[in-house]
């Protein structure tokens, strides 16, 4: 008997590209409104065009670089404390 | 007031009778009990009632406000959702403890003065124990010992600081403290030890993710909500609790991001969201107040509902290393739909009740002017949707298939996931009931264009840098060492030190004065009155005129004579004399 065929949409190299595209175009038009409306500022520096996108990028990056560094020392076998 | 019944004893009592029940009857009777907790909550009329005189102390077991009673409509609710999860179980261990540890986190909500407060805070320690001795491997056990020992600890500070401020004030009503002295300093301590504040939390990665699959569920929500709610009622305003809430959030993440067992990655992501309310605390303004509340109401049900697809897991393939799984959306599609949707709701994506709920603490900070915690809060906002936004379900449910074909989890567990994902998105949608419920009235809409577009390009470029930084987040099997470091090889480090310090003192002290200086004063004393003997007659016989062989003989007849006490009575009186004259000239 022949299996239902399974469902692997995510295990397609050509569906994880069309993903990789669909994510840019969806941060590009995210930052359009920007440059539209006049963000009302909290702190003055905050209403620069595409600041919040900047913020997550920036933040983001930072967050794994430093976790990677971190990591360097505080990452050990998992058999570590059974020694 | 016959309607006013704390509803912490209908949990309490209700868990003795558990092990009368058999099969379904057993289930339904554990959500019967929460649920019917809930509907006496709704009923509850504020004001203070259950006072009992104690030792000279007027004890409140009910005080019923919009505070206590918001943090009790969670609680009961949770539980309800919890107990339809664990349908398929009939361990009356875990249900029992489960419900001493429910009912006892309502009692420290609902507790008016701090003895009280305290006796259902140490319930709580060591019901929540049990549900994770309950999982019965070697690793369980160890972890649930380490952390009743922390716990044990904080209830040591929380009961110092009790004792002293009930000497100083004379009063165990437990109120806003506005004094910055000891007693208040070591109540705090004991509180952020449960809020599980960096140094002192080690203990709920460490022991959370070793819980039974419902344990670790229902442990998410109530110990660092209770001491959430402790902050509230007692130390709204105390600026310390900015930093430390500052430092979670991001701690929090760190961690996270390093962590390659996924139940590990939700524990490190409560300590990130325990942050931003204990920081809302910090700020101390009504709104952020309200804030802190509201993210706790939502909190607790994103977090139950990712322990909750997190447990599926576990429970249908036996792993929870990211390592070993993936590809599960083949496989498990409800569990990654409603994982996924409590994954939106804890990165506070518009449309969740984090969106609804962490706004308001975040504006809290703006209206103080605070620039840097609010900085740290919104990088701390973006750093969630890395961690427990995308990283979880995409190493759980995406990245490598790693041949895994478990199939869907059971139905009572989709029933209780369903319906936390409805409340996710309700509240995200519709969030008037719960603002309604806050202690403060609320003057606030999360939905502006401005703030919705801020929100979600903060998060999209999140998720971009995510999967643009996807070959350094590659899964490692390995673990982070955390402050349990100190208590577990330090512990060790310590034995060695303490053995080789110690013990090698004990050994020296044991060759120079018990066998060597010992010995030889021993041997000096048996031989005193011999040598004291020879030392008086040998110049007698000397000068009498014996030498060579015969002063030999002589010598050797009072040696033996001595050491088997039968000298002659002219020698045993040579001897006593000279002591008495060596007494008589150094005394």
Excluded at chain 1, 69 to 80: H, R, S, T
Excluded at chain 2, 23 to 32: P, Q
């Amino acid at each position: 008997m022949k299996q239902k065929k399974e469902f692997d949409f995510f295990d397609k190299p050509e569906n994880i590209k069309k993903l990789w595209i669909m994510l840019y175009v969806i941060c590009g038009l995210l930052i359009i409104p920007d440059s539209m409306t006049h963000r009302h500022a909290y702190f003055g520096f905050d209403s620069f065009f595409g600041f919040y996108a900047l913020l997550g990028f920036v933040s983001c990056a930072a967050l794994i670089l430093f976790s990677k560094l971190v990591g360097l020392f505080l990452k050990v076998k998992e058999d570590y404390y059974d020694k | 007031m016959t309607s006013n019944f704390p509803p912490a004893l209908i949990l309490i009592l209700g868990a003795l009778l558990v092990p009368f029940f058999r099969g379904k009857a057993k289930n339904w009777y554990v959500i019967l009990l929460p649920a019917a907790a809930f509907y006496l909550i709704t009923q509850l009329e504020t004001g203070s009632s259950w006072q009992i005189h104690f030792f000279g102390f007027d004890l409140t077991f009910l005080r019923v406000d919009k505070l206590s009673k918001v943090f009790g409509y969670i609680f009961t609710m949770n539980a309800v959702a919890a107990f339809v999860y664990a349908f398929y179980l009939k361990d009356n261990t875990q249900h029992m403890a489960a419900l001493f540890y429910i009912g006892s986190s309502l009692g420290v909500v609902f507790a008016g003065d701090l003895v009280s407060l305290y006796f259902f805070w140490e319930i709580m320690a060591i019901a929540s124990t049990f549900l994770i001795l309950a999982r019965k491997t070697k690793k369980a056990e160890a972890a649930a010992m380490r952390y009743i020992l922390v716990h044990i600890f904080g209830g040591l500070c929380l009961l110092a600081g009790i004792i002293l401020y009930i000497t100083q004030t004379g009063s165990v009503a437990f109120n806003p403290m506005a004094e910055r002295t000891l007693a208040n300093y070591l109540i705090l301590v004991g509180i952020l030890v449960n809020a599980a504040a960096p140094p002192i939390h080690a203990w709920l990665p460490d022991a959370y993710p070793e819980a039974t699959v419902t344990g670790g569920v229902i442990l998410s929500a109530y110990t660092t909500k209770t001491a959430v709610y402790t902050l509230v009622r007692g130390f709204p305003g105390w600026e310390i609790l900015i930093v430390v809430g500052c430092i979670m959030t991001i701690y929090g993440i760190i961690y996270a991001l390093l962590e390659n067992d996924m139940r590990r990655i939700l524990a490190y992501s409560i300590i990130n969201q325990v942050g931003f309310m204990v920081c809302g605390v910090g700020i101390g303004t009504m709104m952020s107040l309200n804030g802190t509340v509201a993210h706790a109401f939502c909190h607790i049900i994103y977090k139950a509902l990712l322990w909750m697809s997190a447990g599926s897991v576990l429970y249908m393939t036996g792993k929870s290393r990211c390592t070993d799984l993936g590809g599960l959306y083949k496989t498990m599609p409800w569990t990654l739909i409603f994982g996924a949707i409590g994954a939106l709701s804890i990165s506070s994506f518009p449309a969740t009740s984090g969106f609804t709920s962490k706004s308001l603490i975040i504006d809290g900070a703006v209206h103080e002017h605070l620039l840097w915690v609010w900085m740290v809060l919104e990088v701390a906002s973006a750093g969630v949707f890395l961690h427990a936004g995308i990283k979880f379900p995409y190493f759980v449910f995406f990245a490598k298939d790693k041949g895994l074909r478990p199939g869907e989890t059971n139905k009572s567990m989709l029933i209780a996931m369903a319906f936390m994902s409805f409340m996710c998105i309700f509240l995200g949608l519709f969030p008037k009931p719960l603002y309604d419920i806050l202690p403060y009235e609320v003057h606030y809409n999360a939905y502006t264009f401005n703030h919705v577009i801020a929100q979600l390009q903060l998060l999209m470029l999140s998720a971009l840098v995510f999967f643009l930084f996807l070959p350094l987040l590659k899964r490692t099997e390995t673990i982070s060492m955390d402050t349990d470091w100190f208590y577990r090889k330090g512990g060790r480090v310590f034995y060695f030190i303490m053995d080789k310090g110690l013990n090698g003192l004990n050994r020296v002290s044991d060759r120079v004065f018990v066998r060597g200086l010992a010995g030889y004063l021993g041997r000096i004393s048996r031989d005193a009155p011999t040598r004291a003997a020879l030392l008086a007659l040998v110049p007698a016989w000397v000068m009498g005129g014996s030498t060579g062989e015969k002063l030999t003989q002589k010598k050797g007849l009072v040696r033996l004579a001595l050491q088997t006490g039968t000298s002659p009575v002219g020698i045993s009186a040579a001897v006593a004399t000279v002591f008495l004259i060596v007494i008589f000239l150094f005394m």
